[in-house]
Structures are given as C-alpha cells and as structure tokens.
C-alpha cells in the first residue's frame, strides 16, 4: 500500500499540483543561523526534531556511535524524549555532522576512524536510516579526522583535522559528490604564514570567499586533555591562523595570524554585513574577520571571553539570524555566555548563566527563543567522575534569561557522550524525493 | 509547519508568466540577435548580486563530479531521443524547469541567466558551435512538446544550441532527475494527500563535451560570468586534452 500511495501521490503532483507550485526553494542566507548558505528548506517556524551525533561509551548500552534523535515539539506528547536511534559500528570519536545542500542527507564524522556516516533524514525525519558509510577517506586522501561537513551545490566538502602520515596537524580538505564520490582534495597552506591545520569552513558567495580555521592533529585530540596540557611540545601544536580562500578557485588568497587555535567560524546573516566572526579557544577571545577600507581581508581581536587566565575553553558559538547577537560556550566553567554584537568590532557580554559542569555545543532555533546545548568535547577531554555529565539541555530565551525546558540524560540513558546537534522538521516527513519515489515503484 | 515553505505561484499567474518570459526574451533576443547587438538585462529581481571578480579561465580546475545520466528525452517535434544526444558532443549547460514556475529566484532567474550565456557565446567564434545549452523540464504533463516548442520561442536561433527538453512521462523523467541529483519534493498531509508545493532546489549543471558533470550552480551562484569562465575553462581543458592525446 505504500508504494502505491507513493506512486499516487507522485502521479499527481506530477499530473496536477506541479503546474500550481513554485520551483525554486528560496536561497539560502543561511540555515538555523549556522550552516552552508546552499542549504535549502531552513527550519524558521518551530522544529520537531534534533538530531544528536553522540560518542558511544565502553559499557555503555551497546558502546557505538549513534545518532539519537529527540522530539523537541512542545506540542507533542513526546516532547523532550528520545525518539530514534542509530548505531554505527564501534566507537570512533563521533564529532560533527552537516546536511547536504537539499537537506535530505545527514552526513556525520567520527575523528578516530575517519569513517563518515551517511544518514537518509529526508525519506522520514523522525527515523534516520544509515544509507552510505565512506570509510576510505585517509586511503584515498590522506587526511584524517573528517571534521566539518559543508554543503556545496551537489557536494560536501568535508575538512579534515590530521593526516594519515603522522597525525598531526597540517590536513586538507577533501569535495565529495552528494552520491559521495570523492571529487576533489585541497591541501591547507603550508607557506606564506600558513601552519596546514584545518578546523571549521565558512563561506560567503557573494564575496566568493571560504574562510578556514585551525585546531590540531590526532595525536593531541586523542590525547588525554589531562596529560597534553603538561606537554609543552604538545603544546605548541595548534593551529593558530585563518585562511581566505577564494572558493571558485579553491586556492588560498591569504593566511590571517589569529593565535590559539580558532574554532567555529560564523558569517553575519544580516543583508549587506560582510564579516565573520569566531572564537580562538586556547586564548579565548573573539576574532571578527572582514575586509578593510581597502578591500584586503584582516582578523582583529575584538573581545575577552571570560578570564582567559583561567582558560575557560570557548568552544562553540551561535551567532543569531540578524547578526546582532552571539553564545558562546566555554567547556570549562560551564557557562553559556550572550554577546551583543550590534557593533561586531565591540562585542559586550550581556548574559552568562552555568548550564551544565561541563558544556560544548550550542544551537539555537531560527528565532533564537529556543536553544540547545550539549555536553561533550572529545572522549579524551571530557571531565571525570561527577562532573562528567552528559546531556541535551533545552532552553528557552527570552532575550534575558535561559530557562530550562527539557533534557535528556546520555548517561542515564545509556546513549554515551553528547556532541554535535542539527535540526529537523516533521514537514519534511511528507517530503519524498524522487529517488526513493522511483525506488518504491 | 516547521520548515520554511517553498513559494507557490498560483495557476492565476501560469499564463502571464509565460507570456511576459516569452515577450521579454523576445524583445531581448530581438535586440541581441547580432554581433554588437545589446545584450540581454540579466539583472532580474531575484537575482543575488555578485560581489567580487572571478578567476580568469584555465587559472582553476574544475574536476569531474559524476557522469551525466542518460535517457529517453522528448525534443520540441516530439521525437524521442537520447538526452545524450543533448549532452555530448559540446560543452553543454542543463538545468531543470517547468514553464509555470514564478519563483524570480527559481527557474525565471535560470531562463535569464542562460539567455545572457547564450548571447556571450554567440559573440564568441571559438565557443559558438561548441557550447550547448539544454532546458529540460520536469512537468511532463504540463509541459509537452508544444508547450516548450512557444517557451522556446522566447530563445529564437542565434547560431547556439539551446534545446528545449521535455519527457513522455515521470517514469523517464525519474532516472534522470536521480542520476543528476536534483531533488524535488512533495509535501503531503497527515493522510498522504499532496497539500501543498512541489519544490526544488534549483541546480544548473554544466558538462563538458564527454557528458561529465564539472560544475554545478545554484541560484547563490548563478552568474554569467562565472559560468562564461567555466565554459572557457572547459575549452581549454579540452584543447590541452586534444594536444595531449598520442
């Protein structure tokens, strides 16, 4: 009965509703405020689903990898509940994940492995189902630690954090076809103040230009957090520069010195701003990226997050939909700290509020009253004994204060450590694409 | 709902949209159908504005993505024929359409920029007879043969290839929507009805002469001058290949 349904259902949109509807999905500026502007069908109204990439745990439920899935419909009856989930085999660092530019793949990293898990969420958003596993890329790129996963038009450039040679820091950037098909590999430079560490990618199309950042390699990643910081040679290798790329040509344009190691990197969405900003976690400051009076492209320090003495750890931020606003998560107090930046060379703390004792990811709603926060940074350095929590933590925000409105315990339900977070929608359930329309026929 | 929902033009609109591309192109390729004539407006509501200066051609590589699928096609007589016919043989631009599209940033903003790309080329002797450009539908039902044959009229010949593609039924047109990656969806209600838009994220591809897909555009990319320094970037791929060749 499903299949014939499907055909119906295509058989009419094809005979009668197509010719009313428009064609092109909007473009987008950006998705929840922090993906790949190709990405198409942006969650503005109310989400239903997140989507949690979570390390598994030895002894822990089944110990692998997983991606859970969590009903945050306060409209639901299942609101706040695991809904779904997904083994990958083993444990292999489970990081980052990104969507493919039409929004129905989910492709997701293990830092480890090296293995990229490719999740269907656009056949049945509340049930993901693992369709493709690349486990080949350190053969066939020699990069490792697939990081950042970030949707081109029909592709996915995923940036790597180590090479396959010493795990260390210097990596590249390998472009794979949305079928996942490797297309293209670009190393990060080497020469001209460039140290060859990868971290995130950010891209403004109209600027024709990809900004890159810079963590470290494997072998420091993997690494106990305990022993590495007693470890002065250790130490000394993290990235500490930004890379201007002009993207047509994926050729880098320039190296912008930005000290200790710069994380996430986020474009204003607001119409007409041409900046960036992104936080440097070993020396926690705010760097905004733009061009100057003359066109050339420059990074300038522009705020201290926290006591930098203390080394809170910044980690993620959010920035919100009119570039006015940016949370920071700094890992090592726990706090969830709000920067006005309405004038985005004088970032001001306005809010901070301790939302968990140990706290990484952060993403908000398209509207920025809802956010979400997750626990983990990387099996190695997440704390110990008590503080080792691991959680989602639904928020609300009303511009003045984050109250709590849902979690879910990792630990409690043996789902292992909390990382990266991406929305979805129950709209896109209805939602059938071609290929599996011409699959069920 | 919670994603953000694609744009409908209403059916009210079908027939003034048509008419109004079908004009504006005419009156366009009437002031541009020769060497020195006006070129085209590209510069349509909808279309993102281009801030910077593209690599020159040949300073980039543009390596191969997939290979483009393959098959049955309807051309404008209604002749069945190979899409490969339509895809080989010349460097070729293909995108997805359907006539009743109003979206200014969806398939009006496609039809602009390739009538721009085909006036650049036929102002180039090198690229004239090598360069193809390819609209196929994906409204078989609407859109038959005579439906693209007066959608096409807005396109009349100035020495460059631009065929106006449609298929017999969704059976065919399936295979090729998958094997290009262009994803269309449907929303349905709680009861599997369709209740509301078809959408597509729109894609243009552009293939070199052995039906390799080598780069794909979006509307967040969608420039002539970009695409003219692909298209050229190609040709001197092609020509380095020829050379090279025992």
């Given at each position: 009965?499903?299949?014939?349904?499907?055909?119906?259902?295509?058989?009419?949109a094809?005979?009668?509703?197509?010719?009313?509807?428009?064609?092109?999905?909007?473009?987008a500026t950006a998705?929840?405020?922090?993906?790949s502007?190709?990405m198409?069908?942006?969650?503005?109204?109310?989400e239903?689903?997140?989507y949690?990439w979570?390390?598994?745990?030895k002894?822990l439920?089944?110990g692998?990898?997983?991606?859970?899935?969590?009903?945050?419909?306060p409209?639901?009856?299942?609101?706040?509940?695991?809904i779904?989930?997904?083994?990958v085999?083993?444990?292999?660092?489970?990081?980052?994940?990104g969507?493919t530019?039409?929004r129905?793949?989910l492709w997701?990293?293990?830092?480890?492995n090296?293995?990229i898990?490719?999740?269907?969420?656009?056949?049945?958003?509340a049930?993901?189902?693992l369709?493709r596993?690349?486990?080949?890329?350190?053969?066939?790129?020699?990069?490792?630690?697939?990081?950042?996963?970030?949707?081109?038009?029909?592709?996915?450039?995923?940036q790597?954090l180590s090479?396959?040679?010493?795990?260390?820091?210097?990596t590249?950037?390998?472009?794979?076809?949305?079928?996942?098909?490797?297309?293209s590999t670009?190393?990060?430079?080497?020469?001209e103040?460039?140290?060859?560490?990868?971290?995130?990618?950010?891209?403004?199309?109209?600027?024709?230009v990809?900004?890159t950042?810079?963590?470290?390699?494997?072998?420091?990643?993997?690494?106990?957090?305990?022993?590495l910081?007693?470890?002065?040679?250790?130490?000394?290798?993290?990235?500490n520069?930004?890379?201007?790329?002009?993207?047509?040509a994926m050729?880098?344009?320039?190296?912008?010195?930005?000290?200790?190691?710069?994380?996430?990197?986020?474009?204003?969405?607001?119409?007409?701003?041409?900046?960036?900003?992104t936080?440097?976690?070993?020396?926690?400051?705010?760097?905004?990226?733009?061009?100057d009076?003359s066109?050339e492209?420059?990074?300038?320090?522009?705020?201290?997050?926290?006591?930098?003495a203390?080394?809170?750890?910044?980690v993620?931020i959010?920035?919100?939909?009119?570039?006015?606003?940016l949370?920071?998560?700094?890992?090592?107090?726990?706090?969830?700290?709000?920067?006005d930046i309405?004038n985005?060379?004088?970032p001001?703390q306005?809010?901070?509020?301790?939302?968990?004792k140990?706290?990484?990811?952060?993403?908000?709603?398209?509207?920025?009253?809802?956010?979400?926060?997750a626990?983990?940074?990387?099996?190695?350095?997440?704390?110990?004994?008590?503080?080792?929590?691991?959680?989602?933590?639904?928020?609300?925000?009303?511009?003045?204060?984050?109250?709590?409105t849902?979690e879910v315990?990792?630990?409690?339900?043996?789902l292992?450590?909390?990382?990266?977070?991406?929305?979805?929608?129950?709209?896109?359930?209805a939602a059938?694409?071609l290929?599996?329309t011409?699959?069920?026929? | 709902?919670?994603?953000?929902?694609?744009?409908?033009?209403?059916?009210?609109?079908?027939?003034?949209?048509?008419?109004v591309?079908?004009?504006?192109?005419?009156?366009?390729?009437a002031?541009?159908?020769?060497?020195?004539?006006?070129?085209?407006?590209?510069?349509?509501?909808?279309a993102i504005?281009?801030?910077?200066?593209?690599?020159?051609?040949?300073?980039?590589?543009?390596?191969?993505?997939?290979?483009a699928?393959?098959?049955?096609v309807?051309?404008?007589?209604?002749?069945?024929?190979?899409?490969?016919?339509?895809?080989?043989?010349k460097?070729t631009?293909l995108?997805?359409?359907?006539t009743?599209?109003?979206?200014?940033r969806g398939?009006?903003?496609a039809y602009?920029v390739?009538?721009?790309?085909?006036?650049?080329?036929?102002?180039?002797?090198?690229?004239?007879?090598r360069?193809?450009?390819?609209?196929?539908?994906?409204?078989?039902?609407r859109d038959?043969?005579?439906?693209?044959?007066?959608?096409?009229?807005g396109?009349?010949?100035?020495g460059?290839?631009?065929?106006?593609?449609?298929?017999?039924?969704?059976?065919t047109?399936v295979?090729?929507?998958d094997?290009?990656?262009?994803d269309?969806?449907?929303?349905?209600?709680?009861?599997g009805?369709?209740?509301?838009?078809?959408?597509h994220?729109l894609?243009?591809?552009?293939?070199?002469?052995?039906?390799?897909v080598?780069?794909?555009?979006?509307?967040?990319?969608?420039?002539p001058?970009?695409?003219?320094?692909?298209?050229?970037t190609l040709?001197?791929?092609?020509?380095?290949?020829?050379?090279?060749?025992?």
């Open positions: 009965m499903r299949g014939i349904h499907i055909r119906g259902t295509f058989a009419a094809l005979l009668g509703v197509l010719a009313l509807v428009g064609a092109g999905a909007p473009p998705d929840e405020t922090c993906n502007p190709y198409a069908n942006l969650v503005k109204g109310q239903d689903y997140l949690v979570a390390l598994g745990v002894g439920g089944d692998s990898d997983k991606l859970v899935t969590i009903d945050v419909n409209a639901s009856s299942r609101y706040g509940k695991v779904n989930k997904i083994s085999r083993g444990q292999g660092e489970a990081h980052h994940m969507f530019d039409d129905r793949y997701a990293g293990g830092l480890d090296s293995r898990s490719i999740f269907d969420v656009g056949t049945d958003p049930r993901p189902k369709v596993t690349i486990s080949d890329m350190p053969a066939k790129t020699g990069y490792v630690g697939p990081h950042t996963f970030y949707a081109m038009p029909g592709r996915m450039i995923v790597g090479n396959a040679k010493d795990d260390g820091g210097v590249g950037m390998a472009l794979y076809s949305n079928k996942g098909e490797l297309v670009h190393a990060m430079p080497t020469s103040g460039g140290d060859g560490y990868g971290y995130d990618v950010a891209i403004n199309p109209q600027k024709n990809m900004l950042s810079s963590f470290t390699g494997r072998k420091n990643y993997m690494r106990a957090l305990g022993e910081v007693k470890d002065p040679e250790a130490m000394k290798r993290f990235g520069t930004m890379v201007v790329w002009d993207l047509k050729k880098p344009k320039k190296v912008l010195a930005v000290p200790g190691a710069p994380l996430e990197i986020r474009w204003s969405l607001k119409d007409g701003d041409t900046w960036a900003i936080a440097s976690a070993l020396t926690s400051k705010l760097w905004l990226v733009k061009p009076a066109g492209w420059q990074a300038k320090e522009v705020a201290v997050i926290g006591d930098p203390q080394i809170p750890l910044p993620d959010s920035i919100n939909k009119d570039g006015t606003g949370w920071v998560n700094t890992f090592m107090d726990g706090k969830t700290r709000y920067f309405s985005p060379e004088q001001k306005t809010y901070e509020r301790v939302t968990g140990q706290v990484n990811m952060i993403s908000q709603s398209w509207d920025g009253t809802r956010v979400y926060i626990s983990s940074l990387l099996a190695n350095w997440d704390k110990g004994g008590a503080d080792n929590e691991q959680f989602v933590r639904g928020f609300s925000w009303d511009g003045k204060e984050l109250k709590p849902f315990d990792f630990n409690k339900e043996k292992g450590r909390a990382h990266h977070m991406k929305l979805g929608a129950k709209a896109m359930k059938y694409g290929e599996r011409a699959t069920l026929r | 709902m919670g994603s953000s929902a694609p744009r409908r033009c209403a059916e009210s609109r079908i027939r003034p949209l048509v008419t591309l079908v004009a504006a192109a005419l009156l366009a390729a002031a541009g159908s020769g060497v020195g004539a006006h070129e085209p407006d590209d510069t349509i509501p909808g504005a281009m801030d910077f200066v593209p690599p020159t051609p040949g300073s980039y590589a543009l390596p191969p993505i997939m290979r699928p393959d098959g049955a309807l051309d404008q007589a209604g002749r069945r024929q190979p899409l490969s016919r339509f895809t080989a043989g460097i631009l995108g997805f359409i359907y009743s599209c109003a979206d200014a398939c009006p903003l602009q390739f009538h721009t790309v085909q006036h650049r080329v036929s102002e180039d002797p090198d690229l004239r007879e360069v193809r450009l390819v609209s196929l539908s994906f409204d078989p039902a038959t043969p005579a439906v693209m044959r007066r959608y096409a009229a396109a009349p010949p100035n460059v290839e631009w065929a106006f593609l449609t298929t017999e039924r969704p059976r047109l295979p090729l929507l094997g290009f990656g262009q269309v969806r449907l929303e349905l209600d709680d009861h009805r369709t209740a509301g838009p078809l959408a994220v894609k243009v591809f552009l293939l070199d002469e052995r039906a390799v080598r780069e794909i555009y979006t509307t967040a990319y969608l420039y001058e970009v695409i003219m320094n692909d298209i050229k040709r001197l791929d092609e020509q380095f290949r020829r050379r090279s060749a025992p």
